[in-house]
């Protein structure tokens, strides 16, 4: 039996150090930049060998034995520590045609059920294409991620390396009294610190990716006196927050791309943003505008009023978050990781003890609210105009158009969201509320369609009949739609279903009313109790 030596394994790809095999097989499934070792190690694995266990066979060699933690593992030839020698450097980029790909390629449920199978890929030339390269970040992430020290608490050598620097900023010593108890002897030594003055900790500091600052604004609608405070994060600068930080990058993806399951195309595979329909439309979109090395930066939304109080004044918060698409589903939705971020605080107000009737009220509080985010994207529509340039985590350079995909959203929202009628037609499609509770198919709405309808209302003249004609499309009178002027976007197609109100819930109240009538409600009840 022969054993393994204590030296470490090195990914060939990024360089990072790991004490056993697993760890680099997971490495290597789960890194973005890393898979290709993975992809061509399984692609040139050799057929295997049908043997015939039958029969003795003196030429089978038996597996070495390996021991760690305790435990005995079976390593064979071809397992992950022969990689990181044998493989030769990564192989040049795939052309826009049709290329054969690994599907164990992440960690996730719908891999999982189809790991065995190849996934056979389409991508669109030029898309997602890096212009330049920022040397100093570039440099900077080389050696973060080539270095043997802990890469969590980085740019900090380690975990101490970071809580003292930790307690020096919350407790708030002065410059002097922190420089003085670091110049005591030993005690940089004993604590191995990085830093051996304040200057230099918050030189330390200053590499970390940084928040955009808030900023507060008044609004105050046309022929009203009443402001509004109005607290918001930039957020071009919150979007290069999340676009740039070094820990996403191995989960992002940068252009879009059809996954099927044969060679004849005929079932395709949905699991990430970037391999879905509108991410492939979009890039269409902008190439027919000129723009052929565009990447796609999908915006995705969400807001929630909450309830702060219920006994003491009422209070409630309007907190509005925002993260990109370009990050994985699996990461994207881990407060961990901070792909998404709060962006802004909406105004609450009620307009209670106002001469305004509730109708009057409600719309009044719409366009506050379309206000309000009209004035917080107002750069984002610019930049989803003529592009951006964004900088990765890695130091590349694209030229980016950020784009309004998602909305998130629960029913009354999405109404305010889209300027529908709250309980009186569909925010997505035009079914008649009558019609809601049917198996009926309304047609699908169209933010061009809302935007000229609520614009052709304005011209009528009177209340009523503005009020009237848009009624008919069940649309509200919101005179300024946030998402008017936001190049390539459709706020109809943007908002996702409720899960739990929408899908689960409602799902359940259907289902309910059937068994009432199989079973009766009597039966229904027994088998509750």
Same mark, same amino acid.
């Given at each position: 039996?022969?054993?393994?030596?204590?030296?470490?394994?090195?990914?060939?790809?990024?360089?990072?150090?790991?004490?056993?095999?697993?760890? #680099?097989?997971?490495?290597?499934?789960?890194?973005?930049?890393?898979?290709?070792?993975?992809?061509?190690?399984?692609?040139?694995?050799? $057929?295997?060998?049908?043997?015939?266990?039958?029969?003795?066979?003196?030429?089978?060699?038996?597996?070495?034995?390996?021991?760690?933690?305790?435990?005995?593992?079976?390593?064979?030839?071809?397992?992950?520590?022969?990689?990181?020698? *044998?493989?030769?450097?990564?192989?040049?980029?795939?052309?826009?045609?049709?290329?054969?790909?690994?599907?164990?390629?992440?960690?996730?449920?719908?891999?999982?059920?189809?790991?065995?199978?190849?996934?056979?890929?389409?991508?669109?030339?030029?898309?997602?294409?890096?212009?330049?390269?920022?040397?100093?970040?570039?440099?900077?992430?080389?050696?973060?991620?080539?270095?043997?020290?802990?890469?969590?608490?980085?740019?900090?050598?380690?975990?101490?390396?970071?809580?003292?620097?930790?307690?020096?900023?919350? $407790?708030?010593?002065?410059?002097?009294?922190?420089?003085?108890?670091?110049?005591?002897?030993?005690?940089?030594?004993?604590?191995? #610190?990085?830093?051996?003055?304040?200057?230099?900790?918050?030189?330390?500091?200053?590499?970390?990716?940084?928040?955009?600052?808030?900023?507060?604004?008044?609004?105050?609608?046309?022929?009203?006196?009443?402001?509004?405070?109005?607290?918001?994060?930039?957020?071009? $600068?919150?979007?290069?927050?999340?676009?740039?930080?070094?820990?996403?990058?191995?989960?992002?993806?940068?252009?879009? *791309?059809?996954?099927?399951?044969?060679?004849?195309?005929?079932?395709?595979?949905?699991?990430?943003?970037?391999?879905?329909?509108?991410?492939?439309?979009?890039?269409?979109?902008?190439?027919?505008?000129?723009?052929?090395?565009?990447?796609?930066?999908?915006?995705?939304?969400?807001?929630?009023?909450?309830?702060?109080?219920?006994?003491?004044?009422?209070?409630?918060?309007?907190?509005?978050?925002?993260?990109?698409?370009?990050?994985?589903?699996?990461?994207?939705?881990?407060?961990?990781?901070?792909?998404?971020?709060?962006?802004?605080?909406?105004?609450?107000?009620?307009?209670?003890?106002?001469?305004?009737?509730?109708?009057?009220?409600?719309?009044?509080?719409?366009?506050?609210?379309?206000?309000?985010?009209?004035?917080?994207?107002?750069?984002?529509?610019?930049?989803?105009?003529?592009?951006?340039?964004?900088?990765?985590?890695?130091?590349?350079?694209?030229?980016?158009?950020?784009?309004?995909?998602?909305?998130?959203?629960?029913?009354?929202?999405?109404?305010?969201?889209?300027?529908?009628?709250?309980?009186?037609?569909?925010?997505?499609?035009?079914?008649?509320?009558?019609?809601?509770?049917?198996?009926?198919?309304?047609?699908?709405?169209?933010?061009?369609?809302?935007?000229?309808?609520?614009?052709?209302?304005?011209?009528?003249?009177?209340?009523?009949?503005?009020?009237?004609?848009?009624?008919?499309?069940?649309?509200?009178?919101?005179?300024?739609?946030?998402?008017?002027?936001?190049?390539?976007?459709?706020?109809?197609?943007?908002?996702?279903?409720?899960?739990?109100?929408?899908?689960?819930?409602?799902?359940?109240?259907?289902?309910?009313?059937?068994?009432?009538?199989?079973?009766?409600?009597? $039966?229904?009840?027994?088998?509750?109790?």
């Amino acid at each position: 039996m022969s054993g393994i030596s204590s030296t470490t394994l090195q990914c060939i790809s990024c360089r990072k150090f790991f004490k056993r095999a697993r760890d #680099l097989k997971s490495h290597l499934t789960l890194a973005h930049d890393c898979r290709w070792v993975r992809d061509l190690r399984l692609a040139t694995a050799p $057929e295997p060998t049908p043997v015939d266990f039958r029969q003795p066979q003196a030429d089978f060699a038996p597996a070495a034995e390996i021991q760690c933690d305790g435990n005995i593992f079976m390593v064979f030839d071809d397992d992950i520590d022969d990689i990181a020698n *044998e493989i030769p450097p990564p192989p040049p980029a795939p052309t826009p045609s049709t290329t054969l790909h690994d599907a164990t390629h992440r960690a996730t449920v719908e891999d999982a059920l189809d790991e065995d199978d190849n996934i056979y890929a389409e991508t669109i030339a030029g898309a997602g294409k890096v212009i330049s390269i920022d040397k100093d970040v570039h440099a900077a992430y080389k050696k973060l991620t080539s270095s043997k020290a802990d890469t969590i608490h980085a740019p900090f050598r380690d975990r101490v390396d970071y809580e003292v620097a930790q307690w020096a900023i919350e $407790e708030s010593p002065t410059q002097n009294v922190f420089t003085r108890l670091l110049a005591i002897d030993g005690v940089l030594e004993r604590l191995g #610190l990085s830093y051996n003055n304040s200057r230099s900790l918050h030189q330390t500091i200053d590499t970390l990716p940084a928040l955009a600052p808030w900023i507060k604004r008044d609004i105050s609608l046309d022929g009203s006196s009443e402001g509004f405070d109005l607290y918001y994060r930039d957020p071009i $600068e919150s979007l290069k927050a999340i676009y740039g930080n070094p820990a996403l990058l191995p989960y992002m993806s940068f252009a879009p *791309e059809h996954q099927y399951t044969d060679i004849s195309k005929k079932t395709q595979r949905y699991n990430e943003m970037n391999r879905g329909d509108w991410w492939w439309e979009t890039q269409v979109k902008l190439s027919e505008d000129g723009h052929q090395d565009a990447t796609v930066v999908p915006i995705i939304l969400s807001s929630d009023k909450t309830e702060l109080s219920i006994f003491s004044g009422d209070k409630t918060a309007y907190p509005l978050y925002m993260t990109i698409g370009n990050v994985d589903k699996s990461i994207r939705r881990k407060p961990t990781y901070g792909a998404q971020m709060l962006i802004g605080y909406l105004p609450t107000t009620s307009l209670d003890g106002t001469d305004l009737t509730d109708s009057a009220a409600r719309i009044t509080c719409a366009r506050i609210f379309h206000k309000a985010l009209s004035m917080i994207f107002e750069s984002m529509k610019i930049a989803a105009k003529d592009g951006i340039f964004l900088t990765s985590g890695d130091g590349s350079i694209r030229h980016c158009f950020p784009i309004l995909a998602c909305y998130v959203a629960d029913y009354p929202e999405q109404c305010l969201v889209t300027c529908t009628r709250y309980g009186q037609t569909c925010p997505k499609c035009d079914v008649k509320h009558d019609l809601l509770g049917d198996n009926f198919k309304g047609s699908l709405r169209q933010q061009v369609d809302t935007i000229r309808r609520i614009y052709t209302a304005d011209r009528l003249g009177t209340l009523t009949d503005t009020n009237e004609y848009l009624k008919r499309y069940g649309l509200n009178h919101i005179t300024e739609p946030f998402f008017a002027n936001w190049p390539h976007a459709n706020i109809h197609t943007a908002i996702t279903p409720d899960i739990l109100h929408q899908l689960y819930q409602g799902l359940i109240r259907h289902i309910l009313s059937w068994l009432k009538v199989l079973i009766g409600e009597h $039966e229904l009840d027994m088998r509750f109790k």
